[in-house]
């Protein structure tokens, strides 16, 4: 057991080590510009296993990748999403399958939509959208600079839509990636400062979470409405099919605030992660010339003019390592909670039923145990087998594993091999490699701007 100097927090006693409520009360404002530059800074103090100042709930951060593996794993059942951070999300997803406390059901109907059989036709659709936005980059005067950031979130919505509804949502695109950015800002505040006010009154922050709503109930209505209008049997199906037939074993189907949760939880859920996983790649290719000439020359090397197929990328390992290596310095999820159901030990401490766990895979992903020179951008560490699962984990572990993980990947290996054989990037004079502003999802402060030259 680790040696806890001994101390309590209105009664809770202390069970491992970390600061005293008078030492994180001057850190309070800097923990609200950027709470993970806070948990860095206790990693580093404390070590593996951290407890806040806190009595109610006992708040641990935990770092040490085979503790957490127990958590997020072994003994999942224990750990519960009934946190904070998921009640927060819930304001916009509402109890879709991101935020529930019982997902079995809802991840058995949308399973399907999931399957490695689907990953094809999502390929060819990418590939359509990649294509629409080299023409539209292709049409700008050489060397421009381009809006990445928000180049990235309307392609990776606009697949979201097309993917999972069938449904082209780029007319829709500017207005539902703000009102999902309005609604997840708004998430993030409450997360950050225990003490809000309930979310019927109507303050600024309350309104502008209605109309965020409003919005994407109205997307999600509207998608069930065009759907029920076809005509003719679908060819297969997608999720958005998949949630209208569902039954149970008693023969009851989905209410349709549950089918709006769903829609709205894949939504926020599959496009912000994966426009930030897309915009740091192609920053930090922009910061190492090197690897983007050598990924480019991968890319040459597979890629004809024919379309993109799921076979071609197979064969990219680099490109992949590219983002894995990317999700590892900069993974879009960064914070990870769970609440403990029962007693339990972790990292050698003595951990209370109804404690928090807060994970952070930005930490875990930096565990020097377990990655050489971490702070380092090195693909290669993927190429040559050198990685440590246990403490790799962009897309979380056991049964609550992201659901969208392998349409993520095709997803960004198709359009980063699709943007790289087009253009080269760099960073306008003058600009730096951006900070990161940990949100819902990890984003650059200030966005990102890349000057982009056509290849010829
Ligand atoms: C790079 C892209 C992505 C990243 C980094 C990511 C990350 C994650 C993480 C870390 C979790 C687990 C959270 C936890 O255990 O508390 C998760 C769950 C989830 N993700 Fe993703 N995700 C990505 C893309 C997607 C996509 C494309 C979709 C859907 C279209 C999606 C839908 C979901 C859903 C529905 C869950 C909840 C699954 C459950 O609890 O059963 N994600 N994701």
Known sequence: MLDIPKRSYLGTPATAPGPSGPRMLPAFAGIRRNPLNYLHHIWRTYGDIAQFPIPRPPSYLLTDPQAVRRVLVDRARDYTKDTLQYRALALVTGQGLLVSQDP????????????????????????????????HWQRLPSHSVVDVEHAMATIALETVGQALFGQNLTADAERLVAATLDGLEVVIARARVPITPPSWMPTPRNRKLARANAELDSAAGQLVRSRRLRVGSPESSDALDLLMHARSD???????????????????????????????????????????????????????????????????????????????????????????????????????????????????????????????????????????????????????????????????????????????FTFPTGMQFPAFDPGVTMRPVGGLKLRIVQRS
């Open 104 to 135: 079995r059901e809802h991840r058995r109907i949308l399973q399907p939509a999931f399957h490695p059989d689907r990953l094809a036709p999502l390929v060819r659709q990418v590939d359509q959208s990649g294509e629409h936005l080299v023409a």
């Open 250 to 424: 008693s023969g009851e189907g989905l209410t349709t605030a549950e089918i709006r949760d769903e829609i709205v939880t894949m939504i926020v859920a599959g496009h912000e992660t994966v426009a930030s996983a897309l915009t740091w790649c192609l920053a930090l290719l922009a910061s190492n010339a090197d690897m983007q000439q050598r990924v480019r020359e991968e890319v040459d090397g597979v890629l004809s003019d024919q379309q993109l197929s799921m076979a071609q990328l197979g064969q990219l390992p680099l490109v992949r390592a590219v983002i894995d290596e990317t999700m590892r310095l900069y993974p879009p999820a960064w914070l990870i909670t769970r609440k403990a159901t029962i007693d339990d030990e972790l990292a050698q401490a003595r951990i209370p039923a109804g404690a928090l766990m807060i994970m952070s895979p930005y930490l875990v992903h930096r565990h020097p145990e377990y990655w050489s020179q971490p702070e380092t951008f090195d693909p290669d560490r993927f190429l040559l087998g050198q990685v440590d699962r246990i403490a790799f984990i962009p897309f979380g572990a056991g049964p609550r594993l992201c659901i969208g993980r392998d349409f993520a990947y095709a997803e960004a290996v198709a359009l980063l091999a699709t943007l790289i054989r087009q253009f080269e």
